[in-house]
């Protein structure tokens, strides 16, 4: 949507800092959002003037619909080792032979790429899918 939000911007807005992007590793500006905080991420969409809703897992007919009109979809995963991670979903497809259902997502620790979609309650063998922003489209 032409906004660039760079995440140490982002961080420091989430956690009322102002040294993020010369400290991004530190502790204060490195840690997940809290479990009791779920709409902290909705609140960042916003302060860069972007609309977002938070579900929790949804059906991929969700996430076909939303791709349909042109809208990313962004997925939060917990750790099961503590800490948390997020991509966005950029692309649905099937693979019909097998009946499997993908998404593409845009990861910003692993980059782009496929990921089946009843892999998302385990994702990548280290987490489980804990939320996911519909909606996402310029603030009106």
């Known amino acids: 949507y032409g906004k660039q939000a760079p995440q140490c911007e982002s961080a420091n807005y989430l956690f009322g800092r102002n040294d993020c992007c010369t400290l991004p590793s530190s502790e204060p500006c490195n840690k997940p ?26 059906p991929y007919e969700v996430l076909e619909s939303e791709i349909a009109s042109s809208r990313p979809v962004g997925l939060a995963f917990r750790w099961n080792n503590g800490g948390g991670h997020a991509a966005i979903v950029i692309q649905t497809f099937w693979i019909l032979f097998r009946f499997w259902r993908w998404i593409k997502v845009n990861d910003p620790w692993f980059g782009q790429g496929a990921v089946l979609f009843d892999s ?13 922003w519909t909606g996402i489209a310029p603030a009106e």
Request: glycine content about 16%; proline content about 8%.
């Open 33 to 58: 959002i809290p479990d009791n905080d779920p709409g902290a991420i909705t609140r960042v969409y916003s302060h860069w003037g972007i609309q977002s809703q938070i579900n929790y897992p949804v």
């Open 120 to 132: 998302l309650g385990n994702y990548l063998g280290s987490g489980y899918w804990a939320g996911t």
